[in-house]
């Protein structure tokens, strides 16, 4: 059976410069490249802690129809998640940077914390923690 890794999550955005400043502000996202990688199409890949966010200013196909994000629960990729040591830290750090908060801090299990964030194009971020060991069953 073939081994896989984590390689990146990509989004497609209206404002890839809007979007690029969004990561880097509320997670100090370290650009890694920026360049057209289609003809009329750019793209920038984000490097948050190892984990790679690809950004890309249209869609594909080029002539492909725009449809809204839609931050509520829906089918297909919910959100993405963000893990950190300091739950407490990171979250002040958000709403100091002005973080919309589409659900709020809590500890939605013994060990978990969790809230949610907005990004750009009404993308969903879960920001966690997790203390203690994993569930069982």
Known sequence: MPTYAYSH????VKDLD?????YQRMFNAELEY???YLPGRTSARLNISGMSI???DKLYPLDAPARPGDSEPHLGLEHF???MDDF?????????KGAEFLME???FRPGLRLAFI???EDVRIEILQRRGPAPTG
Do not use: T, Y
């Not at 407490?88 to 100091?96: E, G, H, S, V």
């Open 34 to 36: 920026k360049a057209e």
């Open 118 to 120: 907005r990004a750009p």
């Open 81 to 83: 998640g963000l893990e």
């Open 88 to 96: 407490d830290a990171a979250i002040a750090d958000l709403r100091a």
């Open 9 to 12: 999550v990509h989004i497609n």
């Open 18 to 22: 809007g979007a690029i400043d969004f």
């Open 105 to 107: 801090p809590h500890e």
């Open 54 to 56: 690809q950004l890309s």
